[in-house]
């Protein structure tokens, strides 16, 4: 089995209801077994920043999945739960938003799926919550709480448990 660490958010409508419905249908404990989750957090809105606020966490999975066929199964769920990637404004407000940040090792580099997340270093909204559950875990070379440690987290807000 491998290791995938996968980001969840969204801010329209009960986001943390979504991201609780849509783990549990991502993780059928045989394909897919959920390993941990982070708690859910409040962060500001990135890339267009008037809209609401998202609820962000994340997730690593123990999965028997390639990982295109976990994508798959990854945007399939994000549908069910209203996503239409093809009518949304880019980093605009959404449903849901399910990323894969990384799979075991591996590096992928093809239209569909970039892994390691090309960005997730980057973003605070992906690292918070990620070093909650994998904080020595390393992506590209370097350890989750070492990027963390190099990005400003202001705004971002752990929410009390569900």
Known sequence: MAEALIALGGNVGNAR?????????????????????SSDYCTPPW??????????????????LSPRDLLERAQAIERRF?????????????????DLIAYDDV???????????????????VLVPLAEIVPDRRIAGVRVRDALAKLDRAGIKKLPPR
């Open 82 to 98: 209203g996503r239409d990637r093809t009518r949304e404004q880019r980093w605009g407000p959404r449903t849901l938003d399910i």
């Open 47 to 64: 890339g267009v920043t008037g809209q609401p606020p998202f609820v962000n966490c994340c997730i690593a999975v123990a999965t028997e």
């Open 107 to 125: 590096t992928i580099e093809t239209p569909e799926l970039t892994l390691p997340h090309p960005r997730a270093l980057e973003r605070a909204f």
């Open 17 to 37: 209801e979504t991201i609780a419905r849509a783990i549990a249908a991502l993780c059928d404990g045989q394909a897919v077994r959920l390993v941990a989750r």
